[in-house]
């Protein structure tokens, strides 16, 4: 019989890292969940800590992490990620991308382990190029309010690339772009959570500047399969993963008042310091090199986000 693969996954009770759990589990993977619950939650994964091939372990990944028995990979996806989180914890965010990223790194040679980076299209900060390809460098004020959680991934992507090129560790970065869906905390203060609930609920859509600011956003579970490509190719340099529908924020406020048949007014608020203008990813390379494109259309995306969205402003807060 196969010997079964074991995979640490930081920040394995956040959103993301929490699909991760469900993907790799169903993949018959043994899967060690690593989470300090700063802005991930233990409800993101309760329905698995009855699996006898799952582990959450309590721990910040910017301290020493050590882990007994094989591991074939980690993937490092701690660190806050929505702006607000990154603002209200600018050096956890910083440390998680430095000291964290060492970290795992280090617990990945130990283990010759395969390492993938959670990095981020944050990278190319405002970008001046765009779409954005790999090859872009970026526009980032490494002094700003986003710099904390900009800087921070790109010295992770620094520090995985030294890995690599100095120990010869497997490794992978892929720069995800937004993504959304099921347990994306209600209050995280991304677009797409702020409006789904105040469509819900009833209250305007807060839209901030003039809301001509364009993203593309994707479906969490079309990342999550890109993410296993990317894991199993043998490319180590950056792989964009997102969705190039572009839209802007206004469309997006529109339709999420479509989808949730909800007739709450926009209302405008100041736009944050350093917002990026725009936002869309080239996807050739996963294109070419993961045969990966995204599958879900906004529709069943935002459809099937919303229903988790009512049943927990529903629930118990
Ligand atoms: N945004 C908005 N209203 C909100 C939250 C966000 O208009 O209640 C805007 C934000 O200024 C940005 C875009 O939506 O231009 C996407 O923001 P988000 O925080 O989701 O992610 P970002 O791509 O900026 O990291």
């Keep these: 019989m196969a010997k079964k693969r074991r995979v640490i996954i930081t920040g394995g ?20 969940c690593m ?11 309760s329905h698995l800590l009855s699996e006898r091939d ?7 990944v910017s301290g020493f992490i050590h882990l007994a028995g ?9 660190s806050p990620a929505s702006p607000i989180d990154y603002l ?12 964290g990223t060492h970290k795992a790194l280090g617990l990945a040679r130990e283990k010759k382990a395969a390492f ?14 765009h779409p954005q390809r790999e090859d872009y460098w970026g526009n980032v004020n490494p002094i700003g309010p986003r710099g904390v959680y900009d800087e921070a991934k790109r010295f992770a992507e620094a520090l995985t690339m030294a890995y690599c090129r100095s120990h010869r560790l497997d490794t ?47 479906y969490v579970s079309d990342l999550v399969g890109g993410i296993y490509r990317l894991l199993n190719s043998s490319h180590h340099f950056p792989v964009n993963l997102g969705n190039p529908r572009e839209m802007t924020i206004l469309e997006m ?27 869309q990813p080239c996807i050739d390379l996963a294109q070419r090199l993961l045969r990966w494109k995204p599958k879900i259309t906004l529709a069943q995306g935002l459809r099937s986000t919303a229903r988790d969205f009512r049943n927990r402003l529903k629930g118990p807060k």
């Design 13 to 32: 009770a956040g959103f993301i890292g929490s699909h991760l759990c469900d993907f790799f589990l169903s993949k018959g993977w043994d899967v060690v």
């Design 253 to 279: 406020a529109r339709e999420i008042l479509k989808v949730t048949r909800s007739r709450s007014r926009i209302v405008y608020r100041p736009l944050p310091e350093d917002d990026p203008k725009v936002r």
């Design 88 to 99: 209200e914890h600018p050096i956890q965010t910083l440390k998680v991308g430095s000291l």
């Design 172 to 218: 992978k970065i892929v720069r995800i772009f937004n993504t959304y869906g099921p347990r994306m905390r209600i209050q995280d203060g991304r677009a797409i959570p702020s409006f789904l609930s105040q469509a819900i609920q009833g209250k305007p859509l807060t839209v901030f500047g003039d809301g001509s600011q364009t993203r593309s956003f994707c």
């Design 116 to 129: 993938l980076l959670a990095s981020t299209s944050e990278v190319y900060g405002d970008p001046l190029v």
């Design 54 to 60: 799952f582990t959450f372990l309590d721990m910040d």
């Design 70 to 78: 094989p591991v074939d990979a980690i993937l490092h996806f701690a």
């Design 35 to 45: 989470d300090n619950l700063l802005t991930g939650s233990p409800d993101n994964v």
